[in-house]
């Protein structure tokens, strides 16, 4: 894996995730987004993560290699690890740089937008105990996020974005929104659940006589059709 030393703390985040796009080299490797985001850390690579996964998570296998860091990510933080720690076999995964230059001109005008909008306030959202509850949530999210589910990224990967858009700015609001639509997630869950728990009492027998109805149907229409 090549050597990158970055220098990205004064750019604006927008800056730092499409100066890397601009590298001649055609595999971009996990190890020089660590290098590149520095001590921005756990919130740069959530919501880098995040949005990579919504902008090209369609193309087969990127879940997994996109999420499994998330999932590392998200035990460090509700360790309350100090540094961001990687395995070597994690810093050397790579994708194509030019996926990754198709993905982030998808999200760059929004993410440029939002930084404009965004700023310091509800600090209790980033306290340390917001950041173990958050780093607990990521974790949840990254096994949904990694598993072989069509069109099951989206959901997941935008709330760890937006998590790690919080945490990048030290911007409450945004933590406050994704617990939100994992509150909304959680109670449309449970609505099912409940519905499903008064309704199929009566709706299971009506499909059993539905069934037992059918033979008995088939065989009238084919006794018509013989005579």
């Known amino acids: 894996m090549p050597d990158y030393d970055y220098q990205s703390d004064a750019r604006p985040f927008s800056q730092v995730i499409e100066d890397i796009g601009a590298k001649d080299d055609p595999r971009l490797y996990l190890g020089e987004l660590v290098n590149a985001f520095g001590e921005r850390g756990f919130g740069a690579l959530m919501l880098f993560f995040g949005l990579l996964s919504v902008a090209i998570g369609i193309i087969p296998g990127t879940t997994t290699i996109l999420g499994a860091p998330l999932l590392l990510i998200g035990l460090q933080l509700a360790i309350r690890q100090d540094q961001l720690w990687l395995p070597r076999w994690a810093l050397e995964r790579w994708i194509e740089r030019e996926t990754y230059r198709h993905g982030v001109e998808k999200v760059l005008p929004r993410l440029r937008k939002m930084e ?57 609001l945004a933590i406050v929104i994704g617990w939100s639509a994992i509150a909304l997630i959680v109670v449309a869950a449970l609505l099912i659940w409940l519905t499903w728990t008064w309704v199929s009492p009566y709706l299971l027998p009506f499909w059993a006589w539905l069934n037992g109805l059918l033979p008995q149907a088939w065989a009238w229409l084919g006794g018509l059709w013989g005579g």
Do not use: K
């Open 116 to 172: 404009r909008l965004s700023r310091p306030r509800l600090s209790i959202m980033t306290s340390e105990l917001s950041e173990v509850l958050i780093g607990i949530a990521t974790v949840l999210l990254a096994i949904v996020l990694v598993l072989p589910i069509w069109g099951g990224n989206l959901v997941p990967a935008l709330i760890i974005a937006t998590f790690g858009f919080g945490l990048l700015q030290r911007d409450g």
